[in-house]
């Protein structure tokens, strides 16, 4: 029988559009071989977006968003995504809510992953330390010097350590979303979804994996 996972992406107001969309995009068009793309029912990825109360957010350049669940009522997921942007820096660093409901999820998903500054959430929370992650350019001194426990490998795509996934500047969630297909359906799946989406990656046993 095939696997599906249960993927979980946070939104917030002044959430980077790309950061989300991107794997949002790549998650929700993968198929398993053979399967007619327009299928829905038997996707390996269903792929929901959740916010703190679940009310309409306004992302970054007035794009409006309803997200499908709230903290209160999302369901168990086997991977949660969390993006970055100003909204990210400005005032989720600094919201408890969305901080303790990071920490919760952390112990029972397979794999807690970030885009941009998203990292910076995943660091608040305490999940990267003692850990190798990335952020976007602009803020691996931000990361490196908020939170000295946290090894920042710059210059990368993305970075896995164990469960946890971090990724570069916005477009790199991309680059991530591609790394979750290939480690839980394998390459091929991976550069046919590629393909679909006309995107040009490598596929290969990456360094920033650990």
Known sequence: MNQRWNVGIVLFDDVEVL?????????????????????TAL??????????HG?????????????????????????VIVPGGLGARKRELHNPHMIKWIQERMRTVDYMTSVCTGALLLAEAGLLNGKRATTHWASYDLLANKY?????VRDVKF???????????ISAGIHMAFYLVQQLLGAEVARTTAKDMEYDIVFDSSSSAT
């Open 19 to 39: 950061d989300f969309a991107g794997p949002f995009e790549v998650l929700s068009v993968t198929t398993y071989p053979d399967q007619d793309p327009d299928t």
């Open 43 to 52: 996707k390996p990825f269903q792929v929901r977006t959740v916010s703190e």
């Open 55 to 79: 009310n309409m957010i306004t992302a970054r350049n007035g794009l409006k968003v309803v997200p499908d669940f709230s903290f209160c009522n999302a369901p168990h997921f086997d991977i």
């Open 148 to 152: 000295p426990e946290v090894e920042v």
């Open 159 to 169: 970075v896995a350590d164990g469960s946890i996934v971090s990724s570069g500047g």
